[in-house]
Every structure is written in structure tokens, then in C-alpha cells.
């Protein structure tokens, strides 16, 4: 929410008026174990971009306060022992996200905590999102938990605990300088260290790793491996491209943003749709950029 309150002040600051582009605006969610505090996350968070949307921003638009999500199941809960059981893991968030009104939705692979997903992988878990979709028909219904006094408690105690937190990044001078400030940063080790302690300790448990631990034995679960000549044929590819391309064009659209990414004031889209079109690479592009305006490095927090 404090990213987003950054975008738009951005947006707003340039002179677009917040109903002409808040419509379009998406986030982006991840979905953890915590079935019940996944949903209230989903439905506090709806309800508090409307009324930072709204009484921030002035948006009279309905579709402005509207809270656009995608979600993917969170990956950090996947574990290599007993790794059949991701597959119920994955299905429990899905169906919280689902709850919570996500409107597209990522299921992870019962093997991503070896590597990418193995066909076989890919497969479940786009079943699973397809049984929750229509043998369960939970998304017929719009907000299906809400009235829940412990759904309903526990998102207005989310709600409330957000706007706490946005209130003392506003105190600090707003998200960008919380950034620089390495106060994120701190707020988001400090979580991840909590977290590792209560596993740990067998406070927060996970079965199979530190519940219900079995003896190790031969994993017999398809793994992924890239074929070496996948990225033979992706540098060959390149290679004809660059061969292909009008170098001359390409080198003057590089030089052309050069010079527009040291004014702030210009808007660099035009010029890298061109580079596209012309050709150029990511990896130009990017690095063209970087020439200009370096490479931001995290303020150390420990």
C-alpha cells in the first residue's frame, strides 16, 4: 500500500488526474499458510485502497476504488521432505486467495523447492486451480466469508494495524525515504528472522520438517533440467538478430536515451518502444540505463 501510495503521488504529481488512470492500476499478492489471515489480508486490503484511493486522492470513480489483485501461492513454503504435501499447501492458499477476491491467481509446483516445475508439476497445479473453480464452484460466490465474526474481526484488526504502519511511513517522510532510510528493509528482516526462530523452535510448525519428520529417503519426484542446448539456441538467436538489425539505428536510439534518462522531465517510453521495434535487447536497454543512472544498492540493515 505504501508503494502504491508512492505511484500515484508520482502519477498525480505529472498532472493525470487519479480517475484517469487508477481504473488500470493491479497489485500483486502473495498467499502464505495462515488460511484465515490470508483471506482478512485479501478483503482488508480491498477495503483499505478504497479509502486511500477516495480520501487521499479525491477519486469519485468506482472503478478507481477498486482493488485489482493477482495472487501466487507463496513458494517459501515449500519444502524438499515429504514434497507431495505441497501440492495440499498450494491448494489451501489458492482457495484463500480465491476467498479473499483475487481475480487471477498462480499456483505453484509441488517441486519448486528443487527447481522449476516439471510438467508433471505444472499439471496438478493447474488442476487444483480448475477443481476449485468448477467441481467446488467457491467462486460463485462473491465474498463467501463475509458476516464471519472471525473473518470480519480479524480483517477489520488487519485494517486497522495498515494504516498504523502507513501512518509512520507518512511520519518518516514517505515511502522513498523510508527506502533510502532501510526502514522496509529492517521491518522485512526482522520478520523473516522471527519467522526462522519460531520454526526453528517448533513453535510455528511445518509438517515434515520440524512435525512429523519421517527418515530421509531417495526423492523419486521428477525434477526439471534445462537442456545445455536451450541456451546454445537462445545465443544463437541473439547472435542473428544483432546480425539482422540496422546497427546504425539501434547505436543512435541508444544515444537518444541516453541523453532523455538525464532529464527527468522526459518520459522514456517512446524511446524504448522504438529500441524494441528497432531490435535492441533488454540487456542494452538496461544497461544503457544503468550508464546513466548507476545501480541502486540496499543500505545495509543489519
Given at each position: 500500500m505504501?508503494?502504491?501510495?508512492?505511484?500515484?503521488?508520482?502519477?498525480?504529481?505529472?498532472?493525470?488526474?487519479?480517475?484517469?488512470?487508477?481504473?488500470?492500476?493491479?497489485?500483486?499478492?502473495?498467499?502464505?499458510?495462515d488460511?484465515?489471515?490470508?483471506?482478512?489480508?485479501?478483503?482488508?486490503?480491498?477495503?483499505?485502497?478504497?479509502?486511500?484511493?477516495?480520501?487521499?486522492?479525491?477519486?469519485?470513480?468506482?472503478?478507481?476504488?477498486?482493488?485489482?489483485?493477482?495472487?501466487?501461492?507463496?513458494?517459501i513454503?515449500?519444502t524438499?521432505?515429504?514434497?507431495?504435501?505441497?501440492?495440499?499447501?498450494?491448494?489451501?492458499?489458492?482457495?484463500?486467495?480465491?476467498?479473499?477476491?483475487?481475480?487471477?491467481?498462480?499456483?505453484?509446483?509441488?517441486?519448486?523447492?528443487?527447481?522449476?516445475?516439471?510438467?508433471?508439476?505444472?499439471?496438478?497445479?493447474?488442476?487444483?486451480?480448475?477443481?476449485?473453480?468448477?467441481?467446488?464452484?467457491?467462486?460463485?460466490?462473491?465474498?463467501?466469508?463475509?458476516g464471519?465474526?472471525?473473518?470480519?474481526?480479524?480483517?477489520?484488526?488487519?485494517?486497522?494495524?495498515?494504516?498504523?504502519?502507513?501512518?509512520?511511513?507518512?511520519?518518516m517522510?514517505?515511502t522513498?525515504?523510508?527506502?533510502?532510510?532501510?526502514?522496509?528493509?529492517?521491518?522485512?528482516?526482522?520478520?523473516?528472522?522471527?519467522?526462522?526462530?519460531?520454526?526453528?523452535?517448533?513453535?510455528?510448525?511445518?509438517?515434515?520438517?520440524?512435525?512429523?519428520?519421517?527418515?530421509?529417503?531417495?526423492?523419486?519426484?521428477?525434477?526439471?533440467?534445462?537442456?545445455?542446448?536451450?541456451?546454445?539456441?537462445?545465443?544463437?538467436r541473439?547472435?542473428?538478430v544483432?546480425?539482422r538489425?540496422?546497427?546504425?539505428?539501434?547505436?543512435?536510439?541508444?544515444?537518444?536515451?541516453?541523453?532523455?534518462?538525464?532529464?527527468?522531465?522526459v518520459?522514456?517510453?517512446?524511446?524504448?518502444?522504438?529500441?524494441?521495434?528497432?531490435?535492441?535487447?533488454?540487456?542494452?536497454?538496461?544497461n544503457?540505463?544503468?550508464?546513466v543512472?548507476?545501480?541502486?544498492?540496499?543500505?545495509?540493515?543489519?
Amino acid at each position: 500500500m505504501a508503494n502504491a501510495i508512492a505511484y500515484v503521488e508520482e502519477v498525480t504529481r505529472a498532472g493525470v488526474p487519479v480517475d484517469a488512470f487508477a481504473p488500470r492500476l493491479a497489485f500483486y499478492f502473495v498467499a502464505q499458510a495462515d488460511f484465515f489471515e490470508e483471506v482478512a489480508k485479501f478483503r482488508a486490503a480491498r477495503r483499505v485502497w478504497a479509502k486511500i484511493v477516495k480520501e487521499r486522492f479525491g477519486a469519485q470513480k468506482p472503478e478507481s476504488m477498486r482493488l485489482r489483485f493477482h495472487c501466487q501461492t507463496a513458494a517459501i513454503t515449500l519444502t524438499k521432505a515429504q514434497p507431495l504435501n505441497n501440492i495440499v499447501r498450494t491448494a489451501l492458499q489458492a482457495l484463500s486467495a480465491v476467498l479473499g477476491g483475487a481475480q487471477s491467481l498462480h499456483t505453484n509446483g509441488l517441486d519448486e523447492a528443487y527447481a522449476i516445475p516439471s510438467e508433471l508439476a505444472m499439471k496438478v497445479a493447474l488442476r487444483t486451480q480448475q477443481i476449485i473453480a468448477e467441481e467446488t464452484r467457491v467462486p460463485n460466490v462473491i465474498d463467501p466469508l463475509g458476516g464471519s465474526f472471525y473473518v470480519e474481526a480479524l480483517t477489520n484488526q488487519i485494517e486497522a494495524a495498515v494504516f498504523e504502519i502507513l501512518g509512520k511511513v507518512d511520519a518518516m517522510g514517505g515511502t522513498v525515504k523510508a527506502i533510502e532510510d532501510g526502514w522496509f528493509q529492517r521491518e522485512i528482516a526482522e520478520s523473516a528472522y522471527d519467522v526462522a526462530r519460531r520454526k526453528a523452535s517448533g513453535e510455528h510448525a511445518v509438517i515434515g520438517i520440524n512435525k512429523h519428520v519421517e527418515p530421509a529417503a531417495p526423492n523419486d519426484i521428477e525434477i526439471h533440467r534445462v537442456d545445455p542446448a536451450v541456451e546454445a539456441r537462445q545465443v544463437g538467436r541473439t547472435k542473428d538478430v544483432r546480425a539482422r538489425r540496422d546497427q546504425a539505428r539501434v547505436h543512435a536510439l541508444l544515444e537518444r536515451l541516453a541523453r532523455e534518462a538525464r532529464d527527468p522531465s522526459v518520459n522514456l517510453l517512446p524511446v524504448t518502444i522504438e529500441l524494441v521495434r528497432a531490435r535492441a535487447t533488454l540487456g542494452e536497454i538496461v544497461n544503457r540505463l544503468r550508464d546513466v543512472w548507476g545501480t541502486y544498492v540496499e543500505r545495509p540493515v543489519f
